[in-house]
């Protein structure tokens, strides 16, 4: 009984096993944004740029330091009076500044739109990871129903070198011909095994990117896609560039570029223009002998307030450089701009010259699929009866597992142009 339990546990841990190491679409897209060092390295540049916007906004805040200084003299050959001499002194002084230029209140806007750009360049690290995860996933579904054609392909020519050996024994085809017949099921069954290690090496692809451990094992769970989903038309190509105008995370960001660059600008231009703070300090200090500690630092407290105004004149055209540069970077950023929206649109177009053409591919296949499995048929069946030789079999036989296969190519190349273009318009994507 207790060994029965046992046997039992072992297959459910078994079956556990096996069904945590077959992953969703969404389940791999969930695990990468918590795990992929590349988005842990953007997010602590995040963390910076917070920080950075944090310490601009506190320039609005005074300056406050305390300062003191204590001083011990010694002076041995003087005749009379005290040779050894100790005094200290102790200062409080603040500062705060009443206008720089405005270049205080435009750095604090350059730099929440830096935290703005640090996000969005978080984002678009996972957009890039996704679309990885998105071929690859498909790319793996294709090579685990590929693994299929081949069996299919391989029992079928192990029948028929069966069949021929039957054939052969009882003299009614030649030896010749048995191992033409033999060779090509070896050939399938080597193709059963190319295809079983381009779907392994699939997989260990996607492994890769996720950054899983070297033990674990991983599989995708298997989506099934009707014919009508394949051949549905696709949206206007001027509605999809619009969309993908508005979703794409890389044109948003330099759009904050080209904002951020007009604020250096302005921040480069405040250095020559007028500068004006207040300051306030008190202090006092001690080391006159014969007195008491708390008479001389009553006696030596003093307070002072003052205004300082400071007016460039010549700067060495430090200022007129900084501009110059401010507007330079401005410039690039409004080229970037346009070099992205020109980059998107030949994205799109690319996208639909695919689909289009795959679309068109999978459309023939399944004519090509269903005359090649016919003539197969009717080829293995003349075979049998002596009406054609071998080599008339393997070409039939040839020529459907290509249709096959064909199709079956251009079905998830059809798949994967749409998933991508809906990625593009939509900003995410569905697997179901």
């Known amino acids: 009984m207790n060994k029965c339990l046992l046997l039992a546990a072992t297959a459910l841990a078994s079956i556990a096993c096996h069904a945590q190491s077959e992953w969703t679409y969404t389940q791999c897209l969930d695990y990468a944004r918590e795990h992929n060092i590349s988005l842990q390295q953007s997010q602590l540049q995040e963390q ?56 205080r209140e435009n750095t604090i806007k350059r730099d929440e739109l830096n935290t703005q750009i640090s996000a969005l360049s978080t984002e678009s690290i996972f957009r890039s990871l996704e679309t990885q995860i998105l071929s690859l996933y498909i790319n793996i579904l294709y090579a685990k129903e590929n ?19 039957a054939l052969m024994e009882s003299g009614r085809i030649s030896r010749v011909d048995y191992a033409q017949l033999n060779a090509q099921a070896e050939q399938d069954k080597y193709s059963v095994v190319n295809a079983t290690a381009t779907y392994d090496n699939q997989r260990m692809q996607l492994k890769k990117l996720l950054q899983l451990g070297l033990t674990q094992q991983i599989d995708v769970v298997t989506v099934d896609f009707p014919e009508s989903a394949v051949l549905a038309p696709q949206p206007p190509i001027e509605e999809s560039y619009q969309m993908a105008l508005l979703t794409d995370v890389e044109l948003q960001s330099n759009k904050l570029s080209l904002e951020s660059a007009e604020l250096e600008e302005k921040i480069a231009g405040a250095s020559g223009k007028p500068q004006i703070s207040v300051n306030a300090g008190v202090g006092t200090g001690a080391g006159a002998p014969g007195s008491s500690l708390w008479n001389q630092l009553k006696w030596q407290w003093n307070e002072t307030v003052g205004l300082s105004v400071n007016v460039p004149i010549f700067d060495q055209k430090q200022t007129k450089t900084a501009v110059a540069k401010a507007k330079i970077q401005k410039m690039s950023a409004d080229l970037d701009i346009e070099d992205r929206k020109n980059e998107i649109e030949q994205l799109i177009e690319e996208l639909y010259i695919s689909l289009s053409n795959n679309q068109a591919k999978y459309q023939a296949g399944l004519t090509q699929v269903e005359s090649a499995a016919l003539s197969a048929e009717l080829t293995n069946l003349q075979f049998e009866n ?18 096959r296969s064909e199709l079956l190519q251009a079905k998830y190349m059809v798949l994967l142009d749409k998933k991508m273009l809906e990625y593009y318009r939509t900003a995410t994507v569905t697997l179901n």
């Open 48 to 103: 910076s740029a917070d920080y950075t916007l944090e310490a601009s906004k506190a320039q609005w805040l005074p300056s406050l330091s305390f300062s003191t200084s204590q001083n011990y003299g010694n002076t041995p050959f003087i005749d009379e009076g005290n040779k050894n001499v100790y005094n200290g002194s102790y200062g409080l002084n603040a500062q705060w500044t009443l206008y720089n230029g405005g270049q």
């Open 147 to 165: 693994i299929g054609i081949c069996q299919d392909a391989a029992a079928v020519s192990l029948a028929q070198a069966e069949r021929a050996k």
């Open 386 to 403: 002596g009406l054609v030789n071998p080599v008339e079999l393997l070409q039939a036989h040839n020529n459907e597992l290509q249709a």
